[in-house]
């Protein structure tokens, strides 16, 4: 899978250098944080003996975490069939059995299916004005809510809230503790 380490790492590059101030941006330098964790981890495992199942798990991650943060398509995932095809006969040809390149090529495939929803990185956004602001659901859906009204109704905040409630129980997931 060393295919796909070098769009990995200039990914990583890029983020970095995006970093946020914490103050201002809690929630994506906290995902930031979780994602460059679970890079690292994923690039340090590429040759050990028994990284099968966490690599699993570290790809579903990073392409969750990815999606939240409005990483969707990284250079990496692009013509992701023709890299599959190429990393399935690189994985063969080093000695992998078939079922196990089917089920590691598996986990790619299956995350290329259907565009994660648009609004996650607008929603990480909108949680880190409530949280860095102190701003009220009023406030919040008054500044952030793009419906096109200049009267926002209760059906604006209704959809925020329910956005933010499932942004939060990702961030809980991945250990965040100090949410309002
Ligand atoms: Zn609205």
Avoid at 110 to 127: D, E, F, H, I, M
Wanted: aromatic share 12%; with cysteine.
């Amino acid at each position: 899978m060393r295919l796909y380490a070098p769009g990995l790492l200039s990914r990583r590059d890029e983020v970095v250098q995006s970093r946020p101030s914490p103050e201002e941006h809690p929630v994506r330098y906290f995902l930031i944080e979780a994602w460059l964790r679970r890079v690292d981890q994923f690039v340090a495992g590429l040759w050990g003996e028994e990284w099968f199942i966490p690599r699993q798990q570290l790809a579903e991650e990073l392409f969750e975490l990815e999606s939240w943060l409005g990483l969707s398509e990284p250079a990496y995932a692009q013509n992701l069939n023709d890299r599959l095809n190429a990393a399935g006969q690189f994985l063969v040809d080093h000695g992998a059995s078939f079922p196990e390149t089917q089920r590691l090529l598996g986990v790619f495939a299956k995350k290329n299916k259907g565009a994660p929803p648009q609004y996650r990185a607008s929603t990480v956004s909108a949680l880190d004005q409530r949280l860095s602001k102190n701003w009220s659901w009023a406030e919040l859906t008054r500044n952030v809510c793009t419906c096109g009204e200049i009267q926002h109704n209760e059906h604006c905040e209704d959809k925020l809230r329910k956005r933010i409630g499932e942004l939060k129980r990702f961030l809980k997931k991945y250990g965040w503790t100090l949410l309002k």
